[in-house]
């Protein structure tokens, strides 16, 4: 089966050369699109393109308003010709060995499902540190915490983007969101997919942080639980790199380590208080 993946970036310089060439090697095509990024990101997509360019497709759309952002979304859905999608934001970085397993099962069996569940980490500090799970809010059928659909198949009826973003899902042709269609077809996979950024800085750029709607908002002043010293990073960090991209590998300063001191406890007690009401 044939496998396009979507990726809408605007200011993501930090990661998204990790991001794109950790899924690259694995998906027929990627569709890559720029909402008006002002630091490096066009210039490293662009590096990429020059490497596969029969595999990357990139556009430059320009800015766009949260609102419009959900139309970009739809129109790269709309443009695809595959039989099964895979959303890939510039922040999510992908280890071989769980993009494999992904697209080995769609090859094999992509026909028996609709959407597959992927479970990820979320770094928070800095590369050396994650969240809790108890800090994820999101929960798809019987499993919670930092778990999301990435890949969906083509083939679901009238399959189309809505909501403004934030609020952003993909639907069927009758409203319903993909993850409240038929159980028995989503797959979980219980393995760790990818390591998520979010709550980093992602452009080099103060200034273009500060351009992309709710980045800001999404910091988290939080010092994460430890990696363990044997923990196994994506197979891309330790790659050759253009010298257009940074290293992944910058500590917590101060600053931030001296507010997270302050902020953490009350963001764990938060945490227990909305768990013990029943939400995530």
Known sequence: MSIWSHTVVKNEDRYIWYSLMSVIDYVDRMLVWDTGSTDKTIDIIRHIQKRFPKKLDFVEVGDVSIDEFTHVRQQMLEQTKSDWVLIL??????????????????????????????????????IYHYQEEAAGKYSIDEHKGHVTIRAMNMSIPGLKVDKPHGQQG?????????????????????????????????????????????????????????????????????????????????????????????QTPLRKIKRRIYEGKGGY
């Open 89 to 126: 934001d510039g922040d999510e970085v992908w280890w071989d060995d769980s993009i494999k397993r992904i697209t080995d099962l769609i090859n094999s069996h992509g026909h028996l499902f609709e959407s597959i569940i992927t479970r990820y980490v979320n770094v928070v500090g800095d």
């Open 170 to 262: 993909f639907f069927d042709k009758n409203g319903i969101l993909i993850q409240y269609r038929d159980y028995n077809k989503r797959k979980y996979i219980p393995e760790l997919g990818y390591m998520h950024f979010t709550h980093l800085p992602r452009s080099t750029r103060r200034e273009s942080e500060a351009n992309v709607p709710k980045r800001l908002m999404k910091y988290k002043h939080e010092i994460g639980i430890s990696f363990p010293k044997d923990f196994y990073y994506p197979e891309v960090f330790f790659r050759e790199r253009p010298e257009i991209v940074d290293s992944v590998w910058r500590k917590m300063d101060m600053q931030f380590f001296l507010s997270s001191l302050i």
